[in-house]
């Protein structure tokens, strides 16, 4: 009986777990918890996009990738035991959706040679890849997201904001304090007052914050919100009449479930993005024949081409293109940690190869470099219509200042390298 | 008079208002603790299961889908149907009175004579497992809540205000709301309280549970009966938060709010959440206000507390709570 037993959990675990040559991407993510609505469209666009490779290309180079989910609900001790609890297996690249486990991780992929995948969030000084070997931040980071912003709010103003009140709503986190440095730079720069104004986890009372606003009369708003605060945020922006064309948030704050609650009141709210809007992308039909009509298709399905499904299958599609390179430059498709680093190292995505994904103009072209693992750091403008019910794209590409970005990336790296008793690469 | 006073005023008043909201959640813990000396972790979570549960009845949501789907690989999600609020609150008030009969029955039936620690745990136990059961029965996404109710600025206030003070103040229409609702409630329960048998059964558990069994009053079904209530006080404050932000998971940190509440104006008394959820409603923005500004700002969440906790030190009953004295 005993015998019985033991060769039931050993093949059980056989079955479980990824044959020696998968491809291993754990899924650190979130469907339950305060964060959830966010958690669960990215981690179902992410684990999408991987099932799509695996049913309609049999996998990347002929390797199946596997895709072993672990719930962080956001939370950053758990996020930790989810690495812990997945790098024996094979893993080669992380994703956690959220810069606290970023944080505690960055240590971690560094010593035990995977690596760390932080699209939009994370450490924005792990651009720097002298310092950050194994940490990936393209195509964009929190920094080059405001200046985008100011950028944008230059261009609608004729380039000169001198004078104006900007007025920047933030998650009173050490996510939502990010941009706080470059916007103070930004506003020495171009002559424009900031006023900050924090905004308590999970954000579900913001009274004072908009009043301030309604007495301080901003002539923009910059939103660095998460979760819950963002739909207040939006909800009262409406409630104290603040011009939504002048409110714009971060690629954080800018999902379909962040607007909807207010109604009509959101019309006209503005979000940065990363990444395209909508489903009007040849890879969607790939996913809808190869995945949903399968019935292979994460969480409840309902989620395909919301803005964060969309965000998670971009990071998936990085993350495979990561794998894709290692393999050509291994020249195996059986790749370990190391050369999956490598893979993303030397990543270059240019608009011919999104566009033969089925991603034409979805994304920005990039090259990473052993110095450069940040990308260029552009994004567009997407407006919220709330009677179509859907985000249009309102601007092309803007860049943001690098002239002031790169001195505080660089500032800040090299900060942490000497922290760390780290020798800086590339030479 | 300079614009920093009447900025002041308005947002003392805002204060005011935010505080009704707190005590709108405050008012479920005091029924329960009031009538069975329980402290009902599970409020908070009451509340979002409550809201979620109308949202769910009224836009015909068919409960469980995504379980069902996943089993038998159907594509359900909608009955099809839309409900009127009116008719969508009664029905999620009959489901909360049932909520009550299944945790008196499956939980608190078999606690009985336990320490209050003990019931404590098994509310903390409560209030995860109804987490987990919202999620699986109607999903984890953001919903709107749509009962009619209205928002946004109330432009008699302001423009009466303007033509008074040439300040405009600013007031949420769903804040006055809260505020009637909330006063509605407080009469409601106290003449329920003082002047029906059920009522009166409901006051004397509370004050003596062994002699009100005595004279034949059920411990059992007066548990139900005060669950019932404060899963319709939940459902009201559901409604108001989730009108406010949506329903989604964060309503149940609301309890989090209600806690200095329930510290400074005690845990045993309807106008003590009141008046606790004014008191800390009001202090909390205008401390925000005042000093938010010098220390970095973000200050409301932990000056609520440090606000109940200095009431606490000469008021350790709270200000309206009963002083437990014990003889040995």
Same mark, same amino acid.
Request: hydrophobic letters at 45%; a negative charge; glycine letters at 10%.
């Given at each position: 009986?005993?015998?019985? *037993?033991?060769?039931?959990?050993?093949?059980?675990?056989?079955?479980?777990?990824?044959?020696?040559?998968?491809?291993?991407?754990?899924?650190?993510?979130?469907?339950?918890?305060?964060?959830?609505? %966010?958690?669960?469209?990215?981690?179902?666009?992410?684990?999408?996009? *991987?099932?799509?490779?695996?049913?309609?290309?049999?996998?990347?180079?002929?390797?199946?990738?596997?895709?072993?989910?672990?719930?962080?609900?956001?939370?950053?001790?758990?996020?930790?035991?989810?690495?812990?609890?997945?790098?024996?297996?094979?893993?080669?690249?992380?994703?956690?959706?959220?810069?606290?486990?970023?944080?505690?991780?960055?240590?971690?992929?560094?010593?035990?040679?995977?690596?760390?995948?932080?699209?939009?969030?994370?450490?924005?000084?792990?651009?720097?890849?002298?310092?950050?070997?194994?940490? *990936?931040?393209?195509?964009?980071?929190?920094?080059?997201?405001?200046?985008?912003?100011?950028?944008?709010?230059?261009?609608?103003?004729?380039?000169?904001?001198?004078?104006?009140?900007?007025?920047?709503?933030?998650?009173?986190?050490?996510?939502?304090?990010?941009?706080?440095?470059?916007?103070?730079?930004?506003?020495?720069?171009?002559?424009?007052?900031?006023?900050?104004?924090?905004?308590?986890?999970?954000?579900?009372?913001?009274?004072?914050?908009?009043?301030?606003?309604?007495?301080?009369?901003?002539?923009?708003?910059?939103?660095? %919100?998460? %979760?819950?605060?963002?739909?207040?945020?939006?909800?009262?922006?409406?409630?104290?009449?603040?011009?939504?064309?002048? *409110?714009?948030?971060?690629?954080?704050? %800018?999902?379909?479930?962040?607007?909807?609650?207010?109604?009509?009141?959101?019309?006209?709210?503005?979000?940065?993005?990363?990444?395209?809007?909508?489903?009007?992308?040849?890879?969607?039909?790939?996913?809808?024949?190869?995945?949903?009509?399968?019935?292979?298709?994460?969480?409840?399905?309902?989620?395909?081409?919301?803005?964060?499904?969309?965000?998670?299958?971009?990071?998936?599609?990085?993350?495979?293109?990561?794998?894709?390179?290692?393999?050509?430059?291994?020249?195996?498709?059986?790749?370990?940690?190391?050369?999956?680093?490598?893979?993303?190292?030397?990543?270059?995505?240019?608009?011919?190869?999104?566009?033969?994904?089925?991603?034409?103009?979805?994304?920005?072209?990039?090259?990473?470099?052993?110095?450069?693992?940040?990308?260029?750091?552009?994004?567009?403008? +997407? +407006?919220?219509?709330?009677?179509?019910?859907?985000?249009?794209?309102?601007?092309?590409?803007?860049?943001?200042?690098?002239?002031?970005?790169?001195?505080?990336?660089?500032?800040?790296?090299?900060?942490?390298?000497?922290?760390?008793?780290?020798?800086?690469?590339?030479? | 008079?300079?614009?920093?006073?009447?900025?002041?005023?308005?947002? /003392?008043?805002?204060?005011?208002?935010?505080?009704?909201?707190?005590?709108?959640?405050?008012?479920?813990?005091?029924?329960?603790?009031?009538?069975?000396?329980?402290?009902?972790?599970?409020?908070?979570?009451?509340?979002?299961?409550?809201?979620?549960?109308?949202?769910?009845?009224?836009? @015909?949501?068919?409960?469980?889908?995504?379980?069902?789907?996943?089993? =038998?690989?159907?594509?359900?999600?909608?009955?099809?149907?839309?409900?009127?609020?009116?008719?969508?609150?009664?029905?999620?008030?009959?489901? /909360?009175?049932?909520?009550?009969?299944?945790?008196?029955?499956?939980?608190?039936?078999?606690?009985?004579?336990?320490?209050?620690?003990?019931?404590?745990?098994?509310?903390?136990?409560?209030?995860? &497992?109804?987490?987990?059961?919202?999620?699986?029965?109607?999903?984890?996404?953001?919903?709107?809540?749509?009962?009619?109710?209205?928002? @946004?600025?109330?432009?008699?206030?302001?423009?009466?205000?303007?033509?008074?003070?040439?300040?405009? #103040?600013?007031?949420?229409?769903?804040?006055?709301?809260?505020?009637?609702?909330?006063?509605?409630?407080?009469?409601?329960?106290?003449? #329920?309280?003082?002047?029906?048998?059920?009522?009166?059964?409901?006051?004397?558990?509370?004050?003596?549970?062994?002699?009100?069994?005595?004279? @034949?009053?059920?411990?059992?079904?007066?548990?139900?009966?005060?669950?019932?209530?404060?899963?319709?006080?939940?459902?009201?404050?559901?409604? /108001?938060?989730?009108?406010?932000?949506?329903?989604? =998971?964060?309503?149940?940190?609301?309890?989090?709010?209600?806690?200095?509440?329930?510290?400074?104006?005690?845990?045993?008394?309807?106008?003590?959440?009141?008046?606790?959820?004014?008191?800390?409603?009001?202090?909390?923005?205008? &401390?925000?206000?005042?000093?938010?500004? /010098?220390?970095?700002?973000?200050?409301?969440?932990?000056?609520?507390?440090?606000?109940?906790?200095? =009431?606490?030190?000469?008021?350790?009953?709270?200000?309206?709570?009963?002083?437990?004295?014990?003889?040995?």
């Amino acid at each position: 009986m005993k015998m019985k *037993f033991t060769a039931l959990v050993a093949a059980a675990m056989m079955a479980a777990a990824p044959a020696l040559a998968d491809l291993v991407v754990p899924n650190l993510s979130y469907r339950t918890g305060p964060y959830a609505p %966010g958690g669960v469209p990215y981690a179902d666009g992410f684990q999408d996009y *991987f099932t799509l490779l695996n049913e309609r290309d049999g996998g990347i180079g002929g390797e199946k990738i596997v895709v072993p989910e672990c719930e962080t609900a956001y939370n950053t001790e758990k996020g930790v035991e989810c690495y812990e609890a997945t790098k024996g297996t094979g893993a080669l690249a992380y994703n956690p959706l959220s810069t606290g486990i970023t944080y505690q991780l960055i240590p971690k992929v560094t010593a035990d040679g995977s690596s760390l995948y932080t699209p939009g969030y994370g450490r924005t000084s792990a651009a720097n890849g002298k310092v950050f070997s194994n940490v *990936f931040n393209y195509p964009a980071n929190y920094w080059t997201a405001a200046s985008v912003a100011v950028n944008y709010l230059l261009s609608e103003n004729g380039g000169d904001l001198k004078g104006k009140k900007i007025a920047l709503v933030y998650h009173n986190s050490a996510y939502g304090k990010e941009p706080i440095r470059t916007l103070e730079e930004l506003s020495k720069k171009h002559g424009f007052e900031l006023v900050q104004l924090p905004v308590e986890h999970p954000g579900q009372e913001q009274k004072s914050q908009w009043l301030q606003i309604r007495r301080e009369k901003p002539d923009n708003v910059i939103m660095y %919100g998460w %979760g819950v605060m963002n739909a207040v945020a939006i909800q009262e922006a409406a409630n104290i009449k603040y011009p939504m064309d002048q *409110f714009i948030g971060i690629w954080w704050s %800018g999902a379909e479930h962040d607007v909807l609650p207010a109604g009509d009141g959101a019309n006209g709210y503005k979000s940065l993005t990363m990444h395209g809007t909508g489903m009007d992308y040849p890879v969607y039909a790939d996913l809808k024949k190869y995945v949903a009509d399968a019935g292979k298709g994460a969480g409840a399905g309902d989620q395909v081409g919301t803005v964060l499904y969309s965000r998670g299958m971009y990071a998936a599609m990085v993350i495979a293109e990561a794998l894709r390179n290692a393999q050509a430059i291994a020249g195996t498709s059986a790749v370990n940690a190391a050369q999956v680093r490598d893979g993303f190292e030397t990543l270059e995505i240019t608009e011919a190869r999104m566009a033969e994904i089925g991603l034409p103009d979805f994304g920005q072209a990039f090259k990473s470099t052993c110095e450069d693992h940040g990308g260029p750091g552009m994004a567009r403008i +997407q +407006q919220w219509d709330a009677t179509a019910k859907k985000w249009n794209l309102i601007s092309g590409w803007i860049e943001p200042d690098m002239d002031v970005i790169q001195p505080l990336i660089m500032e800040d790296s090299e900060a942490f390298a000497a922290e760390n008793n780290i020798e800086p690469r590339c030479n | 008079m300079p614009d920093t006073f009447f900025y002041a005023t308005e947002v /003392m008043l805002n204060g005011l208002m935010a505080g009704v909201m707190y005590s709108l959640v405050a008012l479920g813990f005091v029924l329960i603790f009031k009538a069975s000396g329980i402290f009902n972790y599970a409020q908070g979570v009451l509340a979002l299961f409550a809201a979620l549960t109308l949202v769910g009845l009224q836009d @015909g949501q068919i409960p469980f889908s995504h379980v069902i789907n996943a089993i =038998f690989g159907t594509d359900l999600h909608n009955f099809g149907w839309t409900l009127p609020a009116v008719v969508a609150i009664a029905l999620t008030a009959v489901v /909360m009175v049932g909520m009550a009969i299944l945790i008196e029955r499956y939980i608190l039936k078999h606690l009985v004579n336990q320490e209050p620690i003990i019931l404590f745990m098994a509310t903390i136990g409560l209030a995860y &497992f109804l987490e987990g059961l919202g999620d699986v029965m109607w999903g984890s996404d953001i919903k709107k809540l749509d009962v009619g109710l209205p928002q @946004g600025i109330s432009e008699t206030i302001e423009t009466a205000t303007y033509n008074w003070f040439g300040y405009g #103040f600013f007031i949420d229409k769903l804040d006055i709301v809260a505020a009637l609702v909330a006063a509605a409630l407080v009469i409601a329960l106290t003449l #329920f309280s003082q002047y029906t048998k059920y009522g009166r059964a409901l006051r004397a558990v509370a004050d003596d549970h062994q002699a009100a069994l005595s004279v @034949g009053i059920s411990l059992r079904f007066i548990w139900v009966l005060v669950w019932s209530i404060a899963g319709f006080v939940a459902l009201v404050a559901g409604i /108001m938060w989730g009108s406010k932000s949506g329903v989604q =998971f964060s309503l149940s940190l609301i309890a989090l709010k209600a806690l200095p509440v329930l510290m400074l104006g005690g845990f045993t008394s309807i106008p003590g959440a009141i008046v606790g959820g004014l008191i800390i409603g009001m202090g909390e923005k205008l &401390f925000e206000f005042s000093i938010g500004p /010098m220390i970095g700002g973000a200050t409301e969440n932990w000056f609520a507390y440090v606000l109940a906790l200095l =009431f606490l030190v000469f008021r350790p009953q709270g200000l309206f709570g009963e002083k437990i004295i014990e003889r040995v």
